[in-house]
């Protein structure tokens, strides 16, 4: 692949606020700031063309917990929001595409309720995208409490002819840690599959960002973009630059 990877600020809610967490741990939290619509506003100033948004409650409850604050995104940024978090069925994924969300990102229902992805992927095109948490290569649901025995290249596999959006691949081990993405297991799934691939989990710095991109444009898969939170937040990865970067 060659060409811009499009660049996820992430924007993790819990309870009303907006945090980071480390390997996925609601009880190691990092708050940035009480304020979700006026943190959509501060990523969309610097330039970012989507806003990645996960309802960590919501992910653990298995419905939306955190959706004022969703709401105030939507009401503050213009640009495009995709939303994963405790949506399990078709009238959670109605209900926040019709709120605004460009894109709903099905994680636990994907690995157990496979009919519902297919069925609203055929029902909104374009506006569903699969998150896959990986620990040891092997799913991880329920807000990753919980680890199946279901292989992530299975759960991708299943949805090749479905329509699906993006696959968002996420390594828990390196999620928040800020030690770098896992490229060869995020470039492994893209090989395998024709549905584009977000590479999410460990960005630290531009390096991380400059590896992805060139292990990227000689991969055969495809490889549509990254989030990235923590390194954001604290400053190692600087917006201007990282856009830059990828787009060129």
């Known amino acids: ?25 609601m009880a190691d939290a990092t708050v940035y700031s009480d304020d979700p619509g006026a943190q959509a506003r501060a990523w969309q100033a610097a330039g970012f063309a989507w806003l990645h948004v996960v309802d960590l409650n ?12 969703v709401a105030a ?12 978090g405790g949506i399990r069925d078709m009238a ?5 595409l019709a709120a605004g969300v460009r894109r709903v990102i099905l994680g636990s229902a994907a690995a157990k309720n496979p009919g519902l992805v297919r069925a609203a992927c055929k029902r909104f095109p374009g506006r569903v995208a699969v998150g896959i948490d990986a620990r040891e290569g ?6 990753w409490a919980e680890t ?29 840690m800020l030690g ?31 590896e992805l991109k ?7 898969g495809v490889i549509d973009g990254v989030i990235v939170g923590r390194a954001l937040y604290d400053g190692r990865v600087e917006p201007a630059a990282a856009l830059a970067l990828l787009a060129s």
């Open 1 to 25: 692949m060659t060409g811009r990877l499009t660049l996820y600020p992430a924007i993790d809610l819990k309870d009303g606020a907006c945090v980071r967490l480390r390997r996925g741990e």
């Open 58 to 69: 919501g992910a653990f409850a298995g419905q939306s917990v955190n959706a004022e604050a």
């Open 138 to 143: 092997y799913v991880a649901v329920e807000g």
């Open 180 to 210: 770098g993405l896992n490229v060869e297991a995020t470039l492994d799934l893209a090989f395998q599959i024709s549905t584009p691939v977000i590479a999410s989990g460990g960005v630290g710095r531009l390096a991380d960002l400059a």
């Open 92 to 96: 959670g994924i109605e209900r926040w």
């Open 73 to 84: 995104i939507l009401a503050n940024a213009t640009i495009p929001v995709q939303l994963g």
């Open 214 to 220: 060139e292990q990227a444009a000689g991969a055969r």
């Open 148 to 176: 199946s025995e279901l292989k992530a290249i299975e759960l991708a596999l299943r949805f090749e002819d479905a329509g699906v959006a993006a696959i968002i691949y996420t390594d828990i081990a390196r999620d928040g």
